[in-house]
């Protein structure tokens, strides 16, 4: 699935191409891209890749609290980019590419965690987040166990999601001059 994030280049140019953004809706799209970033420094404090099956925190609400990040950072810049037929294509790409990822990370989970991932599973929904009280199964004391760690979240590089949704900002603002100026 590595090739996803070289198709995820053109992509970015078409959505950039198609994009009308204004102050406004990158305000919008700002905002709606912090929470995602908020969402996925949340599960990368938590996340100790190939080591732990991480259920706390995020993970509690959705099996993919990294990629339910990613949708917000999508749809936010969808929304700053103001375009319909840009965010069409994006919302696509994403849909299509990071449904592939997660079956994918889930098959090698259930190999390496086997009924551990299973139980996990069983209670909790693979996008889409349950917000409901937990029932104990242990998740406390995991909880106590494995708290959120901002070494980690270095260790896991999270602050690149962050690096990169400034600069992706950064251009679709550059975009929204060079339209007004030139009427490109």
């Known amino acids: ?71 917000f950072l999508a749809a936010g810049f969808i929304i700053a980019g103001d375009a ?15 449904y592939a990822v997660i079956r994918d990370e889930e098959a090698d989970l259930r190999k390496r965690f086997g009924a551990a991932f299973e139980q996990y599973a069983a209670r909790t929904p693979m996008f889409f987040p349950a917000f409901r009280a937990s029932k104990g199964e242990g998740r406390q004391e995991n909880a106590r166990a494995n708290p959120f760690s901002w070494a ?16 992706g900002l950064g251009i679709v603002w550059l975009r929204m001059w060079i339209h007004t100026r030139w009427g490109y």
């Open 1 to 71: 699935m590595r090739w996803r994030v070289r198709l995820g280049y053109p992509v970015a140019v078409i959505f950039l191409v198609l994009a009308k953004p204004i102050p406004h809706s990158i305000v919008a799209g700002g905002i709606v891209a912090a929470f995602g970033l908020l969402v996925r420094g949340a599960a990368s404090g938590l996340l100790r890749k190939d080591e732990q099956l991480a259920t706390t925190g995020p993970y509690a609400s959705t099996r993919n609290p990294l990629y339910l990040g990613s949708a």
């Open 84 to 98: 319909l037929r840009a965010g069409m294509i994006v919302g696509v790409y994403f849909a299509v590419f990071y």
């Open 152 to 167: 980690q979240y270095r260790r896991n590089r999270e602050y690149q999601a962050l690096l990169g949704t400034i600069a």
